[in-house]
């Protein structure tokens, strides 16, 4: 049985926690938090789990195997470091870090000490975006022209990370997962409204050097709630909706095609308007199959998905956005 701790009961701790507690392959041994009033809280529905508000607990408990990380971010990378130097599988968070050199220095560590490190990009673990990752790779959808992303809706306003490092890192995840590369330059533009120096909305554009591109939309301050990402390719289009309760996915077997063989412009262009797909899918919780697959890293010692990696990709188009926000748009190229 794979022993498991976790630091941080915040809105997406306790769910952090019901998995784990739920989860047969693994026993949630011990909570950390510094709010006692919160571990308190939690205790009735946590049965078997010691509630502790000193992270050096879990650090010093050698029965312990895997620590996960759901604190604020600008917390990550100390307790990831102090973590993988006690000897623990680490699963933490989005956003992994603040920057490059801090999600760099985990990796090595990681590796020196033959540790699992997996960030969480929830969305790589989605039954919806592996579809669409199978229908890519295969070439149902054509060559892949471009995506675009929201993710917008009146809610919590942080204090400590712009919408940006909040949001953006769920759909940056999923368009590297999904595209199999990362962007040559990255440009982004936002705005302060609620408060100095924290953007309450974001518009973001990556770049392809194979003339693919990426647009990403994230906001706190929204009338709407959306969760949607658009797919257009050459030969179909795809809608992935992650608001709608069943019907999440939709295949649009609509496109333009050119006809080099023409006499006027209206034969140039030829579009094509065809079926509405709504493919049948069994959609299990995605932070569900997410605490599994870290699980079964642990126990068999396989590299996750989203690895340390995986997250330093995203990292470096966080940061490279960041630095375009403050210049206004600039396009900031990725080494």
């Known amino acids: 049985m794979i022993e498991v701790g976790l630091v941080g009961i915040g809105g997406w701790g306790k769910n952090l926690a019901r998995n784990y507690h739920q989860n047969p392959r693994c026993h949630l041994k011990t909570v950390c938090d510094l709010d006692e009033k919160k571990l308190r809280q939690m205790q009735p529905a946590l049965p078997g789990a010691t509630m502790t508000t000193r992270f050096e607990d879990m650090l010093e408990d050698a029965a312990l195997h895997a620590i996960v990380i759901a604190t604020t971010a600008p917390s990550h990378y100390p ?5 993988l130097l006690a000897g623990k599988d680490v699963y933490v968070e989005k956003p992994f870090t603040l920057s490059t050199a801090e999600a760099e220095d985990l990796i090595r560590l990681a590796d020196e000490r033959a540790r699992i490190l997996m960030v969480g990009h929830l969305l790589e673990y989605h039954p919806v975006v592996n579809r669409l990752k199978q229908m890519i790779e295969s070439k ?22 712009n919408a940006l490092w909040n949001f953006a890192p ?10 199999g590369g990362e962007p040559t330059d990255v440009s982004a533009r936002g705005q302060c409204y609620l408060q ?29 709630k959306i969760r949607k990402m658009t797919i257009v390719g050459s030969q179909k289009m795809a809608v992935f909706d992650d608001v709608e309760g069943t019907e999440k996915l939709r295949i649009y077997d609509k496109g333009a095609s050119t006809n080099p063989d023409y006499s006027s ?16 899918l069994k959609i299990g919780e995605p932070l569900q199959l997410e605490c599994t697959h870290f ?37 900031v190229p990725l080494a």
């Open 79 to 83: 307790l990831c470091k102090a973590a």
């Open 140 to 161: 149902e959808l054509g060559d892949i022209y471009y995506i675009y992303n929201q993710r917008v809706n009146l809610g919590t306003v942080r204090g400590d990370e």
């Open 170 to 179: 769920h759909d940056i995840s999923s368009i590297l997962y999904l595209l």
């Open 196 to 224: 100095p120096g924290i953007e309450d909305v974001v518009f973001l554009t990556l770049n392809f050097g194979d003339k693919r591109m990426a647009h990403v939309h994230v906001s706190w301050l929204d009338p709407h």
């Open 265 to 280: 412009f209206a034969e140039y262009v030829t579009l094509r308007f065809g079926d509405i797909t709504i493919p049948h």
């Open 295 to 331: 699980l079964e890293c642990v126990r068999d010692r396989k590299t996750p998905t989203s690895d340390g990696r995986d997250g330093l990709r995203v990292i470096r188009v966080l940061e490279a956005a960041q630095k375009s926000l403050k210049q206004n748009g600039v396009p």
